[in-house]
């Protein structure tokens, strides 16, 4: 093991408590600073467009641990408080509380942050989802609220559609793209998860942008939100709207620190980005060797298992994080799973059951045979079995037998 006394680890979610967690595993036993912007508990975010959401998990259940587990860590905390400098050659973070911590070892776990629109956040009845309190707030909008309109088709918006409508709101989703998920899924699984929307009441508006949000107040200057304008002068009434066009990468904090920051930070095949400083989870952008090209996951088990990588990789094991990614969706009564990653150009195939039934696997083929992922919809038991033949995959001789070509 090398020889450290103090670790720092920038962000408190799942991949940085996953880290703490894994360097205490390994025998670390000098300190380990944890710096977190919240003063919340340590907390999961899938749940907060699902169950949290819909009211069904009370808050305190998506703690990632109980304060009685992140005592016995022996952590020293910095709750309510954001990195705002990295000084990489001297081993040293500012802190906006004006503290400076020195390391010998620095994770940056920043997460995400959410992207706007260019107005219409100052009008109430207006949210992002990225935090515990957002979500409690949106939920609150939600039990009092009767129309929702959702600015973006991601997973992360159609979630929030699928929990609201469940509970009796009239929901509008706005996309600009054709088909919702096209990008992750492909065109066929963006187009079922679609019909799996409609289906279900949810009204989708693909194809258009938002033009601007309109407020109950003169000329929509304030007050609580009434209606959104799209694109060609339509108009959707909303006393709830969830902007989900995406996030990005909490670096901003990182320019002139020296490291290279490129849809995030990037770093090597180890997670590496500079001597003793390392990333993990949504903002590392590292060099996957079997990919062979640079990759930043937005999944939460990556979060988890990057966040092990980087501790093994500290204390000197020095292993490549090379994962099969994996994440999932739940929208309605289907649970989306799905393991690798797919470009737009793959091939997708139906390797059990058929698209329009309740239940499938699809694989995603590259260069002919090449296998690069597997999707299950409401198929948990049956995609283990892909996933093994996804795990073989990189080794050419290794196929899936198929039932038909889309």
Not at 144 to 152: F, K, N, P, S, Y
Not at 196 to 203: C, E, I, K, N, P
Request: hydrophobic content about 45%; overall charge negative; charged content about 20%.
């Amino acid at each position: 093991m090398r020889n450290l006394n103090r670790i720092v680890i920038i962000g408190a979610g799942a991949a940085g408590l996953t880290t703490a967690e894994m360097l205490r595993r390994l025998g670390f036993q000098g300190t380990i600073m944890m710096v977190h912007a919240e003063h919340t508990l340590p907390y999961d975010r899938p749940p907060l467009s699902k169950q949290v959401l819909a009211g069904t998990w009370a808050p305190e259940k998506v703690h990632l641990r109980s304060p009685v587990a992140l005592e016995k860590l022996a952590l020293d905390w910095f709750h309510g408080v954001e990195a705002t400098h990295l000084d990489v050659a001297g081993h040293c973070v500012a802190l906006s509380d004006g503290q400076r911590l020195e390391f010998d070892a620095a994770v940056i776990a920043t997460g995400l942050t959410p992207r706007f629109l260019s107005s219409g956040h100052d009008l109430q009845g207006v949210f992002v989802l990225r935090t515990l309190e957002q979500t409690l707030a949106l939920r609150q909008a939600l039990v009092a609220g009767t129309r929702l309109v959702v600015v973006g088709g991601g997973f992360l918006g159609l979630e929030a559609a699928a929990t609201a409508h469940q509970l009796g709101l009239v929901v509008d989703v706005v996309e600009p793209l054709p088909v919702c998920l096209e990008g992750p899924l492909g065109r066929a699984i963006g187009e079922r998860v679609m019909h799996l929307q409609t289906a279900h009441g949810v009204r989708l508006h693909n194809g258009i942008g938002v033009r601007r949000l309109i407020g109950d107040q003169e000329q929509g200057r304030g007050g609580a939100v009434r209606e959104v304008v799209l694109e060609g002068g339509s108009t959707l009434p909303a006393d709830v709207v969830l902007v989900a066009v995406g996030a990005q990468p909490n670096v901003s904090w990182l320019e002139g620190s020296g490291l290279t920051l490129q849809n995030g930070i990037a770093c090597d095949a180890f997670c590496q980005a500079a001597p003793d400083i390392y990333a993990a989870g949504d903002v590392a952008n590292w060099y996957h060797p079997h990919v062979k090209r640079q990759v930043r996951l937005e999944h939460r088990m990556n979060a988890t298992e990057q966040g092990q990588a980087v501790a093994r990789n500290i204390l000197g094991e020095r292993q490549p994080f090379a994962p099969v990614p994996f994440f999932w969706s739940d929208q309605f009564d289907v649970k989306i799973q799905m393991y690798g990653i797919a470009s737009r150009g793959a091939e997708l195939r139906i390797v059990e059951g058929a698209l329009h039934e309740d239940r499938f696997v699809a694989a995603y083929y590259e260069e002919g045979e090449r296998l690069v992922a597997v999707l299950g919809w409401n198929s948990p038991k049956q995609l283990l079995s892909y996933r093994q033949q996804l795990l073989a995959a990189y080794t050419p001789s290794q196929e899936i037998k198929t039932s038909g070509v889309l």
